[in-house]
């Protein structure tokens, strides 16, 4: 790649205010802003990555919040802090917050069937959507009967990450509910819809009410809003080319937020301060609910186990993939679509973690080395994200 591609990024990177010039990451060594900054760009140059958004937290705030590269490649327009990022799964961690604020509410038991909230069958509702709503698959499927929101959330529901996964396309609990891990939007979908119908309220009401309001995020929805127009990102192939961006997604709990480095940034801040959960919730989201044992979380590896994370305890807690580590528990959650790739984990016991959000398909490949030189994470259990470093070696070739 040619140098002007370098002085590029040092151009074009935006700074917002941060609130100090060190980093302190996990075992205690220290990185300088400028540092960080430089070794973003070298390996943004290196892997081919289009734009990326950072926020670092220490102490329970963020102390570092930077956008690099374009949103639009061809146009040669910057990200910045305030730029529409499509969340991808994201959305699922934030869904789980607002989940235990009903908890909390005493409108939600984590452990009381689902179904059982409601009048009739979830499969005699008339359907309001394209196709999300749609049960008429599980009528003669007695197993649903069983699932719970705290399934939902640990991933143990039985239903396959999205039905159009399955041969038929349709829609099957495939094995008892709460037995073991399987990732499912659908089960996080099929909690909204319940959700909808107990309260009366759409998801954009709910999050609105109780967790953009409160959290300051102005520029977040599930659902695309006209004013995005003025300044989103697009999502960019590996090799560059750009992907026409979907602006007409329905509301879904697992999958269709639009949001900022900023709002997320917020987001992730109310999250590590308490201030849209109690303590107690916040610990009960973070608790391990279900082990993981599986080679990688996604693609055929899924379905063959290893030890390999044993030594993190790999497993889901409420909406969050959790590890352990000598520095106390890490949550994450990451996100993943077509030009889109986020990572963000935070160590609670620590007052740290990092947010990461790229609108490239390449930017998975450097993100273990994003997280060993700004945090000290060593942890992230990167194959099993698939996060396969680039190759270094082709580099310098």
């Not at 140098?3 to 074009?12: E, N, T």
């Not at 926020?55 to 690099?68: D, E, L, R, S």
């Not at 235990?100 to 909230?117: A, C, F, R, T």
């Amino acid at each position: 790649m040619k140098k002007s591609f370098l002085i590029f990024y040092c151009v074009l990177s935006v700074a917002l205010p941060a609130l100090g010039q060190t980093l302190t990451r996990l075992d205690g060594s220290k990185i300088p802003a400028a540092a960080l900054g430089r070794k973003i760009q070298e390996l943004m140059q290196a892997a081919k990555v289009t734009g990326l958004a950072v926020a670092v937290f220490n102490q329970n705030k963020p102390v570092y919040q930077k956008t690099f590269g374009y949103k639009n490649a061809p146009t040669k327009e910057p990200i910045k802090a305030t730029t529409n990022i499509y969340g991808a799964s994201l959305s699922k961690a934030v869904f789980a917050v607002l989940v235990m604020k009903l908890v909390e509410e005493g409108k939600l038991d984590l452990d009381k069937p689902l179904q059982s909230y409601l009048p009739k069958p979830i499969y005699d509702y008339a359907p309001a959507t394209k196709w999300q709503d749609h049960y008429q698959d599980l009528k003669q499927d007695s197993l649903y009967r069983q699932i719970t929101a705290r399934m939902c959330l640990s991933h143990t529901t039985g239903l396959p990450n999205w039905r159009w996964d399955e041969p038929d396309e349709k829609l099957r609990v495939k094995f008892k509910p709460g037995l073991r891990y399987s990732y499912s939007g659908e089960g996080l979908v099929y909690l909204q819809t319940v959700l909808e119908k107990m309260l009366g309220q759409n998801l954009e009401e709910m999050m609105q009410q109780r967790i953009f309001g409160p959290a300051g995020m102005v520029n977040s929805s599930y659902t695309w809003q006209p004013r995005f127009d003025q300044d989103y990102c697009l999502g960019h192939s590996a090799t560059g080319t750009v992907y026409e961006k979907d602006k007409d997604n329905e509301a879904r709990a697992a999958s269709t937020l639009e949001t900022t480095l900023q709002d997320y940034t917020l987001f992730t801040q109310a999250v590590l301060q308490h201030q849209l959960l109690s303590k107690a919730s916040t610990k009960a989201m973070f608790t391990p609910q279900i082990r993981i044992r599986s080679v990688q979380q996604f693609g055929p590896l899924r379905l063959q186990e290893s030890a390999a994370n044993d030594g993190i305890n790999l497993g889901y807690g409420l909406g969050w993939v959790l590890l352990q580590s000598k520095y106390g528990p890490g949550a994450f959650k990451e996100g993943h679509g077509d030009g889109f790739q986020h990572y963000s984990i935070l160590f609670p016991e620590r007052g740290a973690g990092i947010v990461l959000m790229s609108n490239s398909d390449n930017a998975e490949s450097i993100f273990k080395d994003l997280l060993e030189v700004a945090l000290a994470d060593t942890f992230t259990p990167w194959y099993w994200e698939n996060y396969i470093p680039y190759d270094h070696t082709a580099q310098k070739k």
